[in-house]
T-cell receptor
Framework: KAGVTQTPRYLIKTRGQQVTLSCSPISGHRSVSWYQQTPGQGLQFLFEYFSETQRNKGNFPGRFSGRQFSNSRSEMNVSTLELGDSALYLC???????????FGSGTRLTVV | SQQGEEDPQALSIQEGENATMNCSYKTSINNLQWYRQNSGRGLVHLILIRSNEREKHSGRLRVTLDTSKKSSSLLITASRAADTASYFCATDAGGAGGTSYGKLTFGQGTILTVHP
């Protein structure tokens, strides 16, 4: 079956702009999580959605937001981009909590 | 904040040797998971071990969990060059329905290099 699909793969944005990243989970997976990976901070949890509801949120500013649609596809948005937002953003899907997650290949965001 | 700390940070071995990576964590967990990442790409799920389990196997992988010591280890037997990657442990803390449940906290990872 198809894996987790993230689009776009690469993005270059200017400080102050906003960006939307997309994630299509594995068919049948209703839990979608987002992570930020940077060399300095490693992998950090952003948020988790299940059946269109945010169930969990990490310690990120309100500029980071997300949503999940009825088909379980998810988007995350970062507004007023800062240089420090440059990172690999990873989406992961799972049947539910307590199961292993399947990760997408990520979106590499560069803020200049 | 990082819950898991991995040791060693880097490991270099020859093909055919075994590789052991350790992970320590701070709070009680529901389960602990190991992932592999190649060259900054997406993570690949290797094994999930629940808090009431002590050992799990999957092919050449063996994971142990000691909840009294809050530690886990990943053993890769008969390593291959293709095993070269970064390996992360991730803890899923809290009981079912708890606010932390489903939120994975990752360690900084172990970089494994297997030389042909």
């Amino acid at each position: 079956k198809a894996g987790v699909t993230q689009t776009p793969r690469y993005l270059i944005k200017t400080r102050g702009q906003q960006v939307t990243l997309s994630c299509s989970p594995i068919s049948g997976h209703r839990s979608v999580s987002w992570y930020q990976q940077t060399p300095g901070q490693g992998l950090q949890f952003l948020f988790e959605y299940f059946s269109e509801t945010q169930r969990n949120k990490g310690n990120f500013p309100g500029r980071f937001s997300g949503r999940q649609f009825s088909n379980s596809r998810s988007e995350m948005n970062v507004s007023t981009l800062e240089l420090g937002d440059s990172a690999l953003y990873l989406c992961a899907s799972s049947y539910d909590r307590g199961y292993g997650y399947t990760f997408g290949s990520g979106t590499r965001l560069t803020v200049v | 904040s990082q819950q898991g700390e991995e040791d060693p940070q880097a490991l270099s071995i020859q093909e055919g040797e075994n590789a052991t990576m350790n992970c320590s964590y701070k709070t009680s967990i529901n389960n602990l998971q190991w992932y592999r990442q190649n060259s900054g790409r997406g993570l690949v799920h290797l094994i999930l071990i629940r808090s009431n389990e002590r050992e799990k196997h999957s092919g050449r992988l063996r994971v142990t969990l000691d909840t009294s010591k809050k530690s886990s280890s990943l053993l890769i037997t008969a390593s291959r060059a293709a095993d070269t990657a970064s390996y992360f442990c991730a803890t899923d803390a809290g009981g079912a329905g708890g606010t932390s449940y489903g939120k994975l906290t990752f360690g900084q990872g172990t970089i494994l290099t297997v030389h042909p």
